[in-house]
């Protein structure tokens, strides 16, 4: 049904907008799905799939902005195509600066909306699959002792076992054996690999 | 006064009494016997002595002359001669009479004693001198005998002549020369009888003379002295009066004084006085010396002084009393105007608080008076000669004391008749005072020149005080009107300037000599005469403060004066206080916040349009991007194989839904657009129309459109709100203006002209531009627009602005090109519409 696996999400407290916006991008072939409030539309939501939406900001204020927030404190990262109104630069700009992906103005063309639904999902997809990596590594990470866990960091700290040992009050033997299973857990066979990993997570910095 | 001796004089009657065969006067009778001269001699001696009896002083000596001339032929002598020795020239006998028989030599008037020493000797004694021959004479009178010798005499008797048993006064010589001749002691004390009668005579003589004399001096005396004479009997108790006396008391030459007559006279007052000094000199001997009043017949009051003594008779009693008097009146008034001129003096020194001296610096002296003690803190002790004026020198400060030193010398050298001097003095018991001085040198007196001065002195410290309090005063004040910023004029009743301060002066940029005098209108406005709302003639007419805003063209500043004022102590108007503010930066300040606030209000219009025009764009803007989006999706799926028209209907249905909503946006737009509330007042039209102008007025110039305003003042006003006009009045006229734009500047003129209908007030504004479209009414449309920028809505607010004060508004093109907008408004009723 959808054409690059995404659901365009639609919010725009004029209804008969959402009628006509839903009907546009479906005939492109899109997955859209409409609402006319942020409560109606948080409820429906699913993070999981890769979506993004077009948000009407000249909504009554502070419920679009609000919801941006609010998804970025809840680490939602779902990209926001905002539509302006004439006069609402000042806003847009607060959009902008805020982390939205798009904005485009009334009356929306239909070519641009498309366009900047398409680049939204990618970015949606991308954004998915990191996560997902992450969330992968997150689990290997967590199955870590926490012995394998202080080795780990220092091993990325860029120490020598002897010195790893020093510092952990233990043989040089163990932090070996701790070390090879760290590398193990994690699924790298690399030192380097092991390195960008640890960054990836943000650990040693 | 001379003592007058009038002692009578005896005359002694001959011893001899001659029998009946006396015969007096026959002198010539040969004598044939020694009885018949003695008889001759006899009768010579009684005839001489009676004659000499009562002989006036005059005749003495005549008949003295007479006399020895008979002794002489009679007893056959030859020189008989009178010595008298005078008081004057005591060593000397003076020769008085000389008879000599014949030629022969004289003997020289005088004789000193040193010729007859022996026989000046016995004369002096009182004994006779005979000689009858030199030869006889004593060894002692040699020298006398020389000198006979030399003289010729041969035989001489000299009788020494005395008066009244006091000592000789002189000798009666009776000498021979041609022969000796014997004196019988008979003869010689007939002739000493004889003597003595020459005597008596020449002493009586003297005396009278000397009487003569005496009252001559006494008299002349008198008479240049203006005294009177008089002399009291005390036993009968009248007085004796000279004539001068006599009209010194007012008596007639012939009148009795008596004491009673002489007690009316005095004064009663004075009475006792008199009397005492009388008694006590009756009595004691001592002088009398008395001042007393009389009081004339006439009434006049006279004062008089009498002075004399008692002459006592030798037994003690007060036997005369003898004095003079004189008329002592004008003396008298004299000291009684200068007792009274003195006590003037010393109550004008006293009223005046003035401190009285004088210095004699001849004499070493001064005086002070209390106040003058007082005043310089002379102690009491300080009074011996000059160290009053020491202690006083000492005490003037030091830095005033060498010029008061340089006055006083120019005084006492005459270069200045007076000082008048102020001068710190140090008190000894008050500090610090100021004195003011004056002082003079004296009249010279009778003493002759002399150096002295006399002056008052007066404490003035407080009027000093006093005086510099009032300086500083004055100054204080003269510096806080100096430091007012406002220029001040104190005027007088004719405008003219009377005083300034200082920022006035900087004002006019003149000497202060050029703006005093002058009329305050010349100065400030330029003109001979007060200006049209002069606010110091207002003042002057209704006595209150009056205000007028000028603008001073000499400085380009704009004033606002205010006048006050100014009354005398009867409360009429004297002048007036003419104050003066620098209003230019208020003014300025007022001018701009007014344009502000027209520029608010412009840009308020302005920014409605604006406004409305956002929420117009966002109304309109729902609908529209409804129908687009609508349109678009259609489209694709009409492409789509096959296509979905039942998808399609749905949206077109939609699509019509969204066009009537737009339909109503602009519905609710107009409304939107009405004027809101409006407050009708009676409004001049043109005052109006010169708000706007005024506004836009550099706008106007910038586009080089010429406004030809044509509106009579005196139409009646209409009934408006003055925002709403002032807004379609600017539409109209911004909108000609535009038109215009393309025109070259000649030909952008907009005509604003008005007509009276009936009751209602048709204006229209005419300009020469691009003119109207064929379809007129489309201008009154919303969005109708032939501007770039423009919105379209001027227009439809104008109407909505008319409609709302029940007006018409439309347009006409212009026969000579360009378009007429004309608005009709009814007149405003006398009653107010609200």
């Known amino acids: 049904m959808s054409t690059s696996g995404g659901i365009v999400y639609i919010l725009d407290d004029e209804p008969e907008m959402v009628k006509a916006l839903m009907r546009l991008l479906r005939a492109r072939r899109f997955e859209a799905r409409g609402f006319t409030s942020v409560r109606t539309f948080l409820e429906a939501y699913r993070p999981e799939n890769s979506a993004c939406l077009v948000l009407d900001v000249a909504m009554p204020e502070l419920e679009g902005l609000e919801l941006q927030r609010h998804l970025t404190h809840q680490g939602i990262l779902l990209p926001i195509i905002f539509v302006t109104g004439h006069g609402d630069i000042p806003m847009s700009v607060r959009a902008i600066k805020a982390g939205a992906t798009d904005f485009l103005t009334k009356p929306v063309d239909a070519a641009a909306l498309v366009q ?44 020598l076992n ?39 997570l943000g650990i040693g910095k | 006064m001379a003592r007058c001796q009038l002692s009578s004089i005896e005359v002694g009657r001959p011893k001899i009494v001659l029998g009946s065969r006396l015969r007096i006067g026959m002198e010539n009778i040969e004598p044939n016997s020694e009885l018949e001269e003695r008889l001759r001699f006899e009768t010579l001696i009684v005839d001489l002595s009676s004659k000499f009896v009562n002989l006036p002083a005059d005749d003495v000596d005549r008949e003295i002359m007479d006399a020895q001339r008979r002794i002489c032929k009679l007893l056959d002598l030859d020189l008989l001669a009178f010595w008298q020795w005078r008081d004057e020239a005591p060593g000397s006998f003076t020769l008085t009479h000389l008879y000599s028989a014949k030629e022969g030599p004289l003997p020289p008037g005088q004789l000193s004693q040193e010729d007859f020493p022996w026989v000046r000797k016995q004369l002096a004694a009182g004994h006779i001198v005979v000689v009858v021959s030199l030869d006889k004479l004593p060894p002692e009178a040699s020298r006398d005998q020389e000198t006979s010798r030399q003289l010729g005499i041969k035989s001489n008797l000299s009788l020494p002549l005395s008066v009244g048993g006091g000592p000789p006064i002189g000798a009666f010589c009776l000498n021979t020369t041609r022969a000796e001749r014997d004196w019988p002691d008979a003869l010689v004390k007939r002739l ?40 009291l009997d005390c036993r009968t108790g009248v007085f004796w009066a000279t004539e001068e006396a006599r009209a010194i008391f007012g008596y007639s030459p012939d009148e009795i004084i008596s004491m009673e007559h002489f007690k009316a006279s005095v004064h009663p007052e004075d009475w006792c006085f008199v009397q005492e000094s009388l008694d006590r000199s009756v009595l004691a001997g001592e002088s009398v010396n008395v001042e007393y009043r009389i009081r004339l017949r006439d009434g006049r009051t006279r004062w008089i002084s009498s002075r004399g003594r008692t002459c006592f008779t030798p ?144 404490d003035i410290t407080e009027t000093r005080q006093l005086a510099e309090q009032l300086q500083s005063a004055a100054e204080e004040w003269q510096t806080t009107f100096d430091s007012i910023n406002d220029q001040i004029m104190i005027l007088n009743r004719e405008s003219r300037i009377l005083r300034v301060n200082a920022a006035t002066v900087r004002f006019f940029g003149l000497p202060v000599e050029r703006i005093v005098g002058s009329v305050c209108c010349t100065l400030l406005h330029g003109t001979g005469y007060p200006i049209d709302g002069c606010p110091c003639q207002k003042t002057f007419q209704s006595g209150l403060n009056s205000r007028l805003e000028v603008f001073h063209a000499g400085s380009g500043k704009w004033l606002v004066l205010s006048t006050d004022p100014i009354r005398n102590a009867a409360g009429d108007i004297i002048g007036a206080v003419h104050v003066a503010r620098d209003i230019t930066e208020a003014k300025r300040a007022e001018r701009e916040t007014q344009e502000l606030r027209d520029n608010l209000i412009h840009l308020t219009r302005v920014n409605t349009m604006s406004v409305l025009s956002g929420s117009l764009a966002h109304e309109l803007n729902q609908p529209l991007g409804i129908i687009l989006t609508n349109a678009q999706a259609a489209q694709d799926l009409l492409l789509q194989e096959p296509p979905d028209v039942a998808e399609v209907q749905s949206i077109l249905t939609d699509i019509v839904a969204a066009d009537r909503r737009a339909g109503e946006v602009i519905g609710r737009l107009r409304v939107l657009l009405k004027p809101g509330h409006i407050s009708l007042q009676p409004l001049p039209l043109k005052e109006i129309f010169d708000d706007v102008l005024r506004l836009i007025n550099a706008d106007l110039i910038g586009r080089a459109v010429k406004v030809v305003c044509e509106l009579d003042p005196n139409l009646p006003p209409i009934a408006g709100d003055r925002v709403q006009l002032q807004q379609l009045v600017l539409n109209l006229i911004l909108n000609g203006a535009d038109a215009m734009a393309a025109n070259e500047p000649a030909r952008r003129r907009l005509f604003i002209r008005s007509e009276l209908h009936k009751d209602r007030l048709c204006t229209s504004v005419q300009d020469e531009g691009c003119g109207l479209p064929t379809n007129v009414e489309q201008l009154f449309q919303p969005f109708y627009t032939t501007k770039t920028q423009g919105l379209g809505m001027g227009l439809v607010i104008c109407r909505s602005i008319i409609d709302a004060h029940q007006g018409r508004l439309w347009a006409e093109p212009r026969p000579e090109g360009g378009a007429v907008f004309c608005f009709e408004l009814p007149i405003a009723e006398s009653t107010e519409e609200r």
């Open chain 1, 162 to 200: 002897k010195q790893i040992a020093f510092d952990l009050g233990t043989g040089e033997q163990n932090v070996k054996l701790h070390r090879a299973q760290v590398m193990k857990k994690m699924g790298v066979d690399s030192l380097a690999d092991l390195v960008r990993v640890a960054e990836r």
């Open chain 2, 192 to 231: 000493q009888l004889l003597a003595q009668i020459f005597t008596n005579a020449l002493a009586r003589k003297r005396a009278e003379k000397d009487l003569r004399e005496s009252e001559e001096r006494l008299s002349l005396a008198t008479a240049s002295a203006e005294v009177g004479l008089w002399v």
């Open chain 1, 116 to 159: 900047a639904v398409r680049t939204a999902l990618q970015v949606a997809e991308i954004q998915r699959r990191e996560a997902a990596e992450i969330a992968a590594l997150k689990a290997r990470l967590a199955s870590l002792t926490l012995r394998q866990l202080e080795v780990l960091k220092h091993v990325v700290a860029g120490q």
């Open chain 2, 315 to 458: 037994g003690g009693e007060a036997d005369r009393v003898m004095g003079v008097s004189n008329d002592i009146t004008n003396r008298k008034n004299a000291e009684e105007a200068l007792r009274a001129s003195e006590a003037r003096l010393a109550a004008g020194i006293d009223l005046a608080g003035l401190g009285y001296y004088e210095v004699d610096y001849d004499g070493g002296t001064c005086f002070l008076d209390d106040r003058f003690r007082d005043i310089c803190g002379v102690p009491p002790g300080v009074i011996q000669g000059l160290q009053p004026l020491e202690f006083w020198l000492e005490h003037v400060h030091p830095d005033d004391r060498q010029s008061l030193l340089d006055e006083r010398q120019n005084l006492h050298d005459g270069k200045i008749d007076r000082i008048s001097a102020e001068y710190r003095y140090l008190h000894p018991a008050r500090g610090l005072r100021w004195i003011h001085h004056l002082a003079r040198m004296a009249v010279l007196s009778a003493t002759g020149p002399g150096v002295r001065t006399f002056g008052v002195v007066r």
